[in-house]
């Protein structure tokens, strides 16, 4: 593969220049093996791409976190090659500590839909952190951000803040429990609702990502209530409740697929669960971590046209801070603690630097013709990708909806997580690696969705083609 990428002057007035510097550390303090300059210079032109400071640095994080890394994903374990170190981030940018430059399509896994580091929402927190970080008690800033959320989403009339996706579905999963007297829930393989244990059950994201199986450290009996279903199959989900007749309490499920790939729902699909979830006196949650205010401004619930009993959010609400919510009808959020028995707390729930960036980002979102532009880059960026790609003689399918989209490395079509795994892995790969090395920072698996912003531009869009082009011709 060419170890030069594209070279173009970015259209930034300004480049992030931050340097990162530990203080210095005593001998007892940290062992000699945990030594490594932190002091990262970022060169300002730069034609050749290298990631020799990325791996000086990873090789460093190896021995400080499991596999260097926060989040497995970010290890490139499915793709091979080198963990890229990331200095700085501006629009549809990103730089990592070598100084190359990246058109990004991951966006911090989906909350950067108005662009990293956006100006407004910087100036804003700037503004919020004058007054405090965390406060630990009630602010009005979520009473603002809560009624934004319930305006706009069609199932919240009431909402819960908490820190992180993960959060938000365990306990949205506790509360469908205690409103319905059941202890059974259906969820679909390759959907990925967080790490919690009754989740870990033929799970998306990170877990097909790796080729995990159920994560050791699950007890039997966490998971004994859970039943798994292909997505897109109404028969399956019909004979669960056939078989498990007045014990389920809810079906979860990705409404969008993103954490197997970008798969989206047969047109009946959704208004099925909907029906079955009615006659069978169980909620339907939609987890809209990642669909949630990016296919549209209501979600993925306004997009369709069904309203599901309760909703889990993330990403976008706390633009690039770490937020989680969940919410639903009135009667059901009723029950979560101090107004009912369910309990849930959370320390940093609520905090008034995520609700500032979240306002900022849903303000900003509202606006006319946002999710009009998002359609637009986005459906250019994928049509080009699945031209070039088959153009070039490769078995390549795909898809979007707004900002969101994906592709895979098969004929397709592609309707469940079973079809998804018929990808050609390795050629997806070899085509990451080289993107990374043409300037294009794609999702680094086969099995996570990707995304588009509104600071992405047209430029953007043909020169990640025109990259597309020359590597689908190397592979």
């Not at 389920?248 to 979830?277: H, M, Q, Y």
């Not at 250019?380 to 088959?390: A, H, M, P, R, S």
Request: hydrophobic letters at 40%.
């Amino acid at each position: 593969m060419a170890g030069v990428g594209l070279s173009w002057p970015s259209k930034l007035t300004h480049r992030p220049n931050f340097t990162t510097s530990s203080p210095s550390r005593s001998s007892s303090g940290c062992s000699s093996r945990c030594a490594v300059k932190m002091t990262v210079t970022v060169d300002e032109k730069k034609t050749t791409f290298t990631l020799k400071k990325s791996e000086e640095a990873f090789n460093a994080a190896k021995e400080l976190m499991p596999g260097g890394v926060n989040s497995p994903v970010r290890a490139f374990k499915s793709v091979g090659g080198q963990p890229i170190l990331i200095d700085s981030v501006k629009g549809s940018h990103m730089w990592d500590i070598d100084g190359n430059e990246y058109i990004d399509y991951v966006g911090s896994w989906g909350p950067a839909i108005i662009g990293h580091a956006d100006d407004e929402v910087l100036s804003a927190l700037a503004e919020t952190m004058k007054k405090g970080t965390s406060f630990g008690a009630p602010c009005l800033l979520e009473n603002v951000l809560a009624e934004m959320v319930i305006s706009a989403v069609p199932s919240i009339e009431m909402v819960r803040f908490v820190n992180s996706g993960t959060e938000a579905c365990m306990g949205v999963l506790r509360l469908a429990r205690a409103f319905t007297g059941r202890e059974k829930i259906i969820k679909f393989e390759g959907c990925y609702h967080g790490h919690a244990d009754p989740y870990l059950v033929k799970a998306g994201s990170g877990v097909a990502t790796l080729g995990l199986p159920d994560s050791p450290g699950v007890p039997k009996a966490a998971t004994a209530p859970t039943l798994s279903s292909p997505y897109n199959d109404i028969a399956d989900v019909e004979l669960l409740f056939e078989t498990n007749k007045g014990e389920i309490a809810a079906v979860i499920l990705e409404p969008v697929v993103g954490n197997s790939g970008f798969i989206t729902p047969k047109p009946d699909f959704l208004n099925a669960l909907r029906r079955i979830t009615k006659e069978n006196g169980a909620l339907l949650i939609f987890d809209e971590v990642m669909t949630g205010f990016r296919l549209s401004y209501g979600g993925a619930q306004e997009y369709f046209g069904i309203t599901p009993d309760l909703t889990t959010l993330g990403k976008i609400i706390g633009g690039g801070l770490p937020v989680g919510a969940y919410g639903g009808r009135r009667e059901i959020m009723e029950m979560v603690a101090p107004a009912g028995p369910m309990y849930q707390a959370g320390t940093l729930s609520g905090n008034p630097l995520a609700m500032t960036a979240g306002i900022h980002t849903l303000k900003r979102l509202k606006e006319p013709g946002q999710y009009d532009y998002l359609d637009k880059i986005t459906s250019e960026l994928v049509q080009g990708i699945l031209n070039t790609g088959k153009k070039a003689g490769h078995a390549v399918c795909g898809g979007y909806i707004s900002g969101m989209f994906g592709f895979f490395f098969t004929e397709g079509p592609v309707f469940n997580f079973e079809d998804a795994k018929k990808s050609d892995t390795a050629k997806f790969a070899r085509f990451f690696r080289g993107m990374l090395e043409e300037g294009v920072y794609f999702a680094p698996s086969q099995f996570e969705a990707g995304f588009t912003s509104l600071a992405h531009t047209s430029e953007d869009i043909q020169r990640t083609i025109a990259a597309a082009e020359k590597v689908f011709k190397q592979l």
